[in-house]
């Protein structure tokens, strides 16, 4: 599983007619088409340009098993040989009821049940919905209001956008996204607390913050508070200072909220424990699942719900209102399933514990004194750095730079894949790029991709125009 890559694949048929027209996929650029990824295994991609790749952040944070993980592979052709599909109006499946078994053993936080859908997005929706029934279940049908948290990201559909504080991804749809939801400041340390605040006193100016609004918007009007307990790709691998969510579960609970845990991005294993939550003492009444739940191997995610929750929807209109036509689906969960069957068994969050300590090591020693790096962050294997034209100021790059995307492609030539995001401030400022390798990775993968990532950077930053 280290560094030592397979013989490149020499690009052929479907690369080579690929080559000669533009593609009729509508791509996330229509100005360029990507190369066509051709095969995985391990850390490495292997694509259409002949490169080998080292997955160095899991394309965005996903792939925690890496590539052509046998036993998932043997997973999926065996429910395959068995169950393709059947619709949950009139059945369960096999998969699916062990991977909730499995994932919810010993009720964690008091969560009891999974429900399992396709993505992030739609387990977002699912969370704010079930919410928003479980109020009127239990008589409080003025419960209709979310807080979250700007420069937060829970989903691209309309409902998770609108409870997101991307405000890049959230301009052109302003005009059509939900007023139900309503912003707080995220805990963002770096920029944000005052030179002459402690921990304890940011964190209490911002517990503060979050009580207002509740008065503002009226305490009983408040059906749930919605956070990343680490920050995904919007704030770059931010996780909250001590007494954080502590303060946050205490409003919740004061005003008779429920607070609803995203962690997409950061939880199945991501940050060193197997819900990034634990590291806060704070469980949730909800908590969105998706990208470590399946690695990639099928499109799954899902929500975990608190026991209350769920006897409150037994006793009153007996099922939830909600659902989708591939809701946990049957090879998708047998590839779950094996995918956390790996992680248990093969104890890859020791190693991600011990990963990460040295991915964080290599990227302080590499990068901690740059000029042009002012702020290294994150836990697990889930890693940033947020880049400045001045340490001093923390005064960003001018954004039509585009600086993430020149160390994406630096980074790419080198042989490494990580993941870029621009508007790290407000949408439209700052730099980040986020590395998040493989649960998998040895100590040589950690060494290759903080050397590439160094070289990339420096490179990036060279190429930059006089003054930029």
């Given at each position: 599983?280290?560094?030592?890559?397979?013989?490149?694949?020499?690009?052929g048929?479907?690369?080579?007619?690929?080559?000669?027209?533009?593609?009729?996929?509508?791509?996330?650029?229509?100005?360029?088409?990507?190369?066509?990824?051709?095969?995985?295994?391990?850390?490495f991609?292997h694509?259409?340009?002949?490169?080998a790749?080292?997955?160095?952040?899991?394309?965005?944070?996903?792939?925690?098993?890496?590539?052509?993980?046998?036993?998932?592979?043997?997973?999926?052709?065996?429910?395959?040989?068995?169950?393709?599909?059947?619709?949950?109006?009139?059945?369960?499946?096999?998969?699916?009821?062990?991977?909730?078994?499995?994932?919810?053993?010993?009720?964690?936080?008091?969560?009891?049940?999974?429900?399992?859908?396709?993505s992030?997005?739609?387990?977002?929706?699912?969370?704010?919905?079930?919410?928003?029934?479980?109020?009127?279940?239990?008589?409080?049908?003025?419960?209709?209001?979310f807080?979250?948290?700007?420069?937060?990201?829970?989903?691209?559909?309309?409902?998770?956008?609108?409870?997101?504080?991307?405000?890049?991804?959230?301009?052109?749809?302003?005009?059509?996204?939900?007023?139900?939801?309503?912003?707080?400041?995220?805990?963002?340390?770096?920029?944000?607390?005052?030179?002459?605040?402690?921990?304890?006193?940011?964190?209490?100016?911002?517990?503060?913050?979050?009580?207002?609004?509740?008065?503002?918007?009226?305490p009983?009007?408040?059906?749930?508070?919605i956070?990343?307990?680490?920050?995904?790709?919007?704030?770059?691998?931010?996780?909250?200072?001590?007494?954080?969510?502590?303060?946050v579960?205490?409003?919740?609970?004061?005003?008779?909220?429920l607070?609803?845990?995203?962690?997409?991005?950061?939880?199945?294993?991501?940050?060193?424990?197997?819900?990034?939550?634990?590291?806060?003492?704070?469980?949730?009444?909800?908590?969105?699942?998706?990208?470590?739940?399946?690695?990639?191997?099928?499109?799954?995610?899902?929500?975990?719900?608190?026991?209350?929750?769920?006897?409150?929807l037994?006793?009153?209109?007996?099922?939830?209102m909600?659902?989708?036509?591939?809701?946990?689906?049957?090879?998708?969960?047998?590839?779950?399933?094996?995918?956390?069957?790996?992680?248990?068994?093969?104890?890859?969050?020791?190693?991600?514990?011990?990963?990460?300590?040295?991915?964080?090591?290599?990227l302080?020693e590499?990068?901690?004194?740059?000029?042009?790096?002012?702020?290294?962050?994150?836990?697990?294997?889930?890693?940033?750095?947020?880049?400045?034209?001045?340490?001093?100021?923390?005064?960003?790059?001018?954004?039509?730079?585009?600086?993430?995307?020149?160390?994406?492609?630096?980074?790419?030539?080198?042989?490494?894949?990580?993941?870029?995001m621009?508007g790290?401030?407000?949408?439209?400022?700052?730099?980040?790029?986020?590395?998040?390798?493989?649960?998998?990775?040895t100590?040589?993968?950690?060494?290759?991709?903080?050397?590439?990532?160094g070289?990339?950077?420096?490179?990036?930053?060279?190429?930059?125009?006089?003054?930029?």
């Amino acid at each position: 599983m280290g560094v030592a890559s397979p013989v490149g694949l020499t690009p052929g048929g479907c690369a080579a007619s690929h080559a000669a027209m533009r593609s009729r996929l509508l791509q996330r650029n229509l100005r360029v088409d990507p190369p066509l990824a051709l095969t995985g295994q391990g850390m490495f991609i292997h694509d259409s340009n002949g490169r080998a790749v080292i997955d160095g952040s899991g394309g965005a944070a996903v792939a925690c098993l890496g590539h052509g993980h046998p036993r998932v592979l043997e997973a999926m052709r065996a429910q395959m040989d068995r169950l393709s599909y059947a619709h949950t109006a009139l059945y369960s499946c096999e998969p699916a009821e062990q991977l909730a078994d499995l994932v919810l053993e010993g009720e964690p936080g008091g969560l009891t049940h999974l429900y399992l859908c396709s993505s992030g997005s739609e387990g977002v929706e699912a969370a704010l919905k079930l919410a928003r029934q479980y109020f009127v279940e239990i008589g409080q049908p003025n419960r209709r209001k979310f807080i979250a948290r700007r420069q937060s990201y829970h989903g691209n559909t309309l409902g998770a956008l609108a409870a997101g504080g991307n405000m890049m991804r959230r301009a052109i749809y302003q005009p059509i996204l939900s007023d139900a939801f309503h912003h707080v400041s995220p805990c963002y340390a770096y920029r944000d607390r005052r030179d002459d605040e402690s921990d304890a006193q940011y964190v209490a100016r911002l517990a503060a913050e979050l009580e207002a609004e509740f008065q503002t918007l009226g305490p009983d009007t408040v059906a749930a508070f919605i956070a990343e307990p680490v920050v995904g790709a919007t704030l770059g691998c931010v996780a909250a200072l001590p007494g954080y969510f502590q303060a946050v579960r205490a409003i919740c609970d004061r005003h008779g909220a429920l607070l609803i845990l995203d962690e997409v991005m950061s939880g199945m294993g991501r940050t060193g424990t197997m819900h990034a939550w634990e590291q806060e003492g704070v469980p949730p009444d909800i908590q969105v699942v998706a990208k470590g739940l399946g690695g990639g191997y099928q499109p799954i995610g899902g929500i975990m719900i608190g026991g209350r929750i769920i006897e409150a929807l037994r006793d009153g209109s007996g099922g939830f209102m909600h659902g989708h036509t591939y809701q946990a689906h049957p090879i998708a969960s047998a590839a779950a399933l094996a995918v956390q069957q790996v992680i248990r068994e093969e104890g890859l969050l020791d190693n991600v514990r011990a990963m990460g300590a040295l991915l964080e090591q290599r990227l302080t020693e590499r990068l901690g004194n740059h000029r042009h790096v002012g702020d290294i962050r994150g836990r697990g294997l889930f890693w940033c750095a947020e880049f400045v034209a001045d340490r001093a100021s923390k005064a960003v790059f001018d954004p039509a730079l585009k600086l993430n995307e020149r160390i994406k492609r630096e980074a790419y030539e080198r042989g490494l894949a990580c993941y870029p995001m621009a508007g790290t401030i407000d949408g439209k400022r700052g730099d980040h790029v986020i590395l998040s390798p493989p649960y998998i990775a040895t100590a040589a993968d950690i060494e290759a991709i903080v050397a590439r990532f160094g070289d990339a950077v420096d490179a990036a930053i060279a190429s930059l125009p006089p003054g930029g």
